[in-house]
């Protein structure tokens, strides 16, 4: 059969003609959209930007009806409600993300995520793990195990922290080692307080391998000697402690004291702590000075004898405090209401504060109860900070 190209040159404008219609469809369908639904959006960008999260929120609402495949707008409205305390609206726009077929895999990673920090954020440790979990070999995965470390810190399952800690470690995000030790040394305390003492002194020994610079684990080794009426190995492990970690001496100064003595080695520790003090003046190594020179001599006159030399030396309320508690006034009759006072407006200045947040404490702590920040006190005391 002969082929008639007069078919052709009817056919192209032809199909020129429908392809220019077609086109000019899709681009007038194309406006509407934008004009639809950006205008939503942007009001609800307006809304966010002037703080009015109520009326945002209703915007986003409403962009996301107009085009309910859109994942940003599902996103931006997912984390609004998570803003604004409202998590469990939060979990059913990610849970929604989640159940799209259509999804990509980069945006399904991304909603995992955000669906794990609405389970963090409303205390749902059990969801927010298994959430977490499911982001290993992500881009989300070293944010999601930063955030596995502190759920499990925050329910107290150590060897779980220990574990996450380590991969972090081996992903190079930075040196673990000091939480590793702490982690030892809550799993020592917990053998401790079940009289399980060997099992206690192994965890602690493997803490002071893992951070042989951390002044914790033979502080708390110390203690255990003590427990099992060891007064010479406490004395000589806190020996230790103070040359692996010299600047938490103030920590350490009281019990050394209190082993000397039950070990008899008064003189030694007194020598030591007069040379550390000289060095660096505390009121927890003065005061463990004062408590050592009380066995030798009489502990009214050396004490203030040394409250008067630490005055000398620092400004302290403290110390003028205790000087004057072992004085006599002129005015006898009025020393106990001067002495209240006093011992009144020194609390504040003998408690611990935490660096990260400034919480405060009567006690040191390793791990800081208000920011959960671990090394975060200091060794002084608030006065000398």
């Known amino acids: 059969m002969d082929f008639d190209l007069s078919w052709i040159l009817l056919g192209l404008p032809l199909a020129f003609v429908l392809g220019w219609v077609a086109s000019r469809l899709d681009?007038?369908?194309?406006r509407i959209e934008n004009h639809q639904a950006p205008k939503a959006y942007f009001k609800g960008l307006n809304f966010l930007l002037n703080e009015q999260q109520d009326q945002a929120i209703d915007a986003f609402i409403e962009a996301v009806q107009n085009d309910p495949d859109t994942s940003e707008l599902?996103?931006?409205?997912?984390?609004?409600?998570?803003?604004r305390g409202e998590y469990e609206r939060a979990v059913r726009v990610h849970d929604h993300l989640l159940s799209r077929g259509d999804l990509s895999l980069a945006d399904r990673q991304r909603a995992q995520h955000a669906l794990a920090l609405d389970y963090l954020k409303a205390g749902l440790l059990d969801r927010a793990e298994s959430a977490l979990l499911k982001l290993e070999g992500t881009p989300f995965?070293?944010?999601?195990?930063?955030?596995?470390?502190?759920?499990?810190e925050?329910?107290?399952?150590?060897?779980?922290?220990?574990?996450?800690?380590q991969k972090l470690a081996q992903s190079n995000q930075g040196s673990f080692n000091g939480r590793l030790s702490h982690y030892l040394c809550e799993q020592a305390a917990t053998c401790r307080a079940?009289?399980?003492?060997?099992?206690?002194?192994?965890?602690?020994?493997?803490?002071?391998?893992?951070?042989?610079?951390?002044?914790r684990p033979r502080i708390d080794l110390s203690r255990l000697l003590s427990q099992q009426d060891k007064p010479e190995e406490a004395y000589t492990t806190l020996l230790a402690s103070l040359e692996a970690s010299p600047a938490a001496i103030p920590l350490i100064a009281g019990p050394l004291a209190e082993f000397a003595i039950s070990s008899g080695h008064s003189l030694d520790a007194l020598d030591l702590l007069k040379t550390n003090y000289d060095l660096s003046p505390s009121l927890d190594?003065?005061?463990a000075i004062v408590a050592l020179e009380a066995t030798e001599s009489g502990p009214l006159p050396t004490a203030r004898d040394w409250y008067v030399r630490h005055l000398e030396r620092e400004p302290s309320l403290v110390a003028a405090a205790k000087w004057i508690a072992g004085e006599k006034l002129e005015h006898e009759q009025f020393h106990?209401?001067?002495?209240?006072?006093?011992?009144?407006?020194?609390k504040p200045l003998t408690r611990y504060r935490?660096?990260?947040c400034g919480f405060e404490a009567k006690q040191h702590f390793w791990q800081c109860p208000g920011c959960q920040a671990w090394d975060s006190y200091p060794a002084r005391r608030v006065e000398e900070l």
């Open 27 to 30: 681009l007038r369908q194309l």
């Open 74 to 83: 599902h996103f931006a409205l997912g984390n609004l409600f998570r803003r």
């Open 141 to 152: 995965e070293a944010q999601a195990r930063l955030a596995l470390l502190a759920n499990y």
């Open 154 to 165: 925050r329910s107290r399952d150590w060897p779980q922290a220990a574990l996450i800690a």
């Open 194 to 215: 079940k009289q399980e003492f060997a099992q206690a002194k192994a965890l602690l020994l493997e803490a002071i391998t893992t951070a042989p610079e951390a002044p």
């Open 285 to 287: 190594v003065l005061d």
């Open 336 to 346: 106990p209401q001067v002495q209240r006072a006093l011992d009144h407006a020194v």
């Open 354 to 356: 935490c660096a990260a």
